[in-house]
């Protein structure tokens, strides 16, 4: 049996990447996987939480994500 051709959602770009209702992308900051202890406190806790996706980047992540919009 083989699978009907389409579209596709690029998984990793899905695991990284959330879309908001208004259509905004989110994404985790880097720099907080490893080496933390010889970052202050200060540090890892800005780097705490998702932030928004230049307005450059959005439409090539929109492009790979065709069912989330």
Known sequence: ??????I???KSVAKRFKITA?????RNQA???HLCQGK???RRRSLR?????H???VYRIKQNLPFSH
Request: net charge positive; hydrophobic share 25%.
């Open 55 to 57: 307005e450059t980047d």
């Open 40 to 42: 202050s406190a200060k």
């Open 31 to 33: 720099g907080r996987r």
């Open 8 to 10: 596709k959602t690029k």
């Open 1 to 6: 049996m083989r699978r009907p051709k389409g």
């Open 49 to 53: 939480g998702s932030v928004l996706v």
């Open 22 to 26: 208004r259509g905004k992308v989110l």
